[in-house]
């Protein structure tokens, strides 16, 4: 994927979000749409496509420079927003990301393996790692996740930047919620 199409549609965040969870019904999606987005099979998104199509050009996202593998990422970032939509999720929320899942009760263990993952294992954690934050109703800036689903979750050098950071984030939260004077 093209990196000026990733900052489009990571600045377009906010809007996908707002779409998603809107209250005022001339803004939100169409129930059928979103669950729609929410049961997306993020492996084969051609069932979803058009939803997935429908809701970036509502929010501004040029679709026609995209090919089929950045559809796919594209599907499975919109997935995950769509999981969190239910949640109350702020995709702009104050909490950094890293922190957000320590706030949710993501565990070390998780957390490593979702650091960890490359390729279909990366894609496999992404609607886990949303269902588990829908569920707990955590509120957290989604949009390194979504940068980091964009990129492939794969090593290139910007990957492995956000990598880092939501690590720092992280384990400064953790060290702050096991010992809150440390901090």
């Keep these: 994927m093209h990196p000026a199409d990733i900052v489009r549609i990571v600045k ?3 809007a996908i979000a707002g779409r998603l969870g809107a209250s005022e019904p001339g803004r939100r999606m169409s129930p059928g749409e979103r669950a729609t987005l929410r049961r997306l099979d993020p492996a084969n998104p051609e069932n979803g ?4 199509c429908r809701l970036l050009l509502a929010c501004g996202v040029e679709i026609e420079r995209l090919d089929a593998p950045a559809l ?3 599907a499975l970032a919109v997935h995950f927003q769509a999981l969190l939509s239910g949640s109350g999720a702020d995709p702009q929320a104050p909490v950094r990301a890293g ?3 320590v706030q949710a009760g993501l565990s070390e263990g998780r957390f490593r393996r979702f650091l960890t993952a490359r390729g279909p294992a990366f894609d496999d954690q992404i609607p886990r790692l ?3 934050l829908a569920g707990r109703g955590q509120r ?3 949009r390194p996740l979504v940068e980091l689903i964009l990129l492939g979750g794969e090593d290139g050098s910007r990957a492995e930047d956000i990598r880092l950071i939501l690590a ?3 384990y400064f939260a953790l060290g702050k919620e096991r010992d809150p004077q440390a901090a």
């Design 140 to 142: 957290l800036d989604a």
């Design 12 to 14: 377009a965040v906010p």
């Design 168 to 170: 720092r984030d992280y």
């Design 49 to 52: 496509i058009g939803a997935v």
């Design 130 to 132: 949303a269902r588990f």
């Design 72 to 74: 796919r990422r594209v």
């Design 99 to 101: 922190a957000g899942l």
